[in-house]
């Protein structure tokens, strides 16, 4: 079984197929947090040869490759993942009920360490992807930077105390 030495960091990243809240869809039952991440070639051939579970877009356009990705799956049972969030104002790190944010936010830039789990079933085997932590960094509209160095203030449903 693979060890700790075996994690694969992946930096400036793009991620596709983001379900960090776990909803159920035409692909995943409920509660299955995951994303996937694009590769590239070598990359791919690479994780592919030490047998993970690399997996291709088919081509849009005539003449144009397949696109190879991993599914990362987000799980906080046993080990949680470490999720920050970076925007103009610092870092911030999610937990498991927020984590979420990032399935409608805007990403720069993705970095990420993924860590193997060998599988065996009916005769077959692969190296399954774990999300061990991420680094997003969000990209910001005119008016988030604007406003920026202002703290937020706890919302109170509406009412003041005056």
Same mark, same amino acid.
């Given at each position: 079984m693979p060890g700790q030495d075996n994690n694969v960091t992946m930096e400036n990243v793009r991620i596709i197929f983001r379900n960090f809240a776990g909803k159920e869809g035409l692909y995943n039952r409920e509660g299955d947090r995951n994303f996937a991440v694009l590769l590239d070639d070598k990359t791919a051939e690479a994780m592919a040869a030490d047998n993970w579970n690399i997996k291709h877009l088919r081509a849009r356009e005539e003449? *144009?490759?397949?696109? @190879?990705? $991993?599914? #990362?799956?987000?799980?906080?049972?046993?080990?949680?993942?470490?999720?920050?969030?970076?925007?103009?104002?610092?870092?911030?790190?999610?937990?498991?009920?927020?984590?979420?944010?990032?399935?409608?936010? *805007?990403?720069?830039? @993705?970095? $990420?360490? #993924?860590?193997?789990?060998?599988?065996?079933?009916?005769?077959?085997?692969?190296?399954?992807?774990?999300?061990?932590?991420?680094?997003?960094?969000?990209?910001e509209d005119a008016l988030e930077l604007k406003y920026a160095d202002l703290d937020d203030i706890p919302s109170r449903g509406g009412r003041s105390d005056d």
């Open positions: 003449g *144009d490759k397949d696109q @190879a990705y $991993l599914q #990362v799956s987000v799980n906080f049972k046993g080990r949680p993942p470490r999720i920050v969030m970076i925007t103009s104002r610092g870092r911030t790190t999610l937990k498991e009920d927020e984590c979420e944010l990032l399935d409608w936010a *805007d990403i720069t830039t @993705a970095d $990420l360490i #993924v860590r193997p789990y060998e599988w065996a079933v009916n005769g077959k085997t692969g190296i399954k992807a774990y999300l061990q932590s991420i680094f997003v960094t969000i990209q």
